[in-house]
Nanobody, 120 residues
Framework: QVQLVESGGGLVQPGGSLRLSCAASGSIFSINAMGWYRQAPGKQRELVATITRFGTPTYADSVKGRFTISRDNGKNTVYLQMTSLKPEDTAVYYC??????????????WGQGTQVTVSS
């Protein structure tokens, strides 16, 4: 079994910064893409950013230039550095990982979500 545990959410003022972390653990052989998604109240879950195993990132247009995704393959951890936060960034943020487990089965796993609230 594989678990993803997120941390780093919270309340921040507009223009502020937060750093999210997501650590994967369990019966992991390797992890391909990792990413962050978010879901605001009354809205569908949307992609925020993804990163390949080799470190190539992609971003939603709404966060380009403000958010940076990175990963540490040795720690099976993905990060999301968020700067210049806006009220519209308020959402529950979920991490996702495309995992190949120790039995060489591929599956997508999700974290439990961490709340990010941007408000004065």
């Amino acid at each position: 079994q594989v678990q993803l545990v997120e941390s780093g959410g919270g309340l921040v003022q507009p223009g502020g910064s937060l750093r999210l972390s997501c650590a994967a653990s369990g019966s992991i052989f390797s992890i391909n893409a990792m990413g962050w998604y978010r879901q605001a109240p009354g809205k569908q879950r949307e992609l925020v950013a993804t990163i390949t195993r080799f470190g190539t990132p992609t971003y939603a247009d709404s966060v380009k230039g403000r958010f940076t995704i990175s990963r540490d393959n040795g720690k099976n951890t993905v990060y999301l550095q968020m700067t210049s936060l806006k009220p519209e960034d308020t959402a529950v943020y979920y991490c996702n990982a495309a995992v190949i487990d120790s039995s060489y089965r591929r599956a997508d796993y999700w974290g439990q979500g961490t709340q990010v609230t941007v408000s004065s």
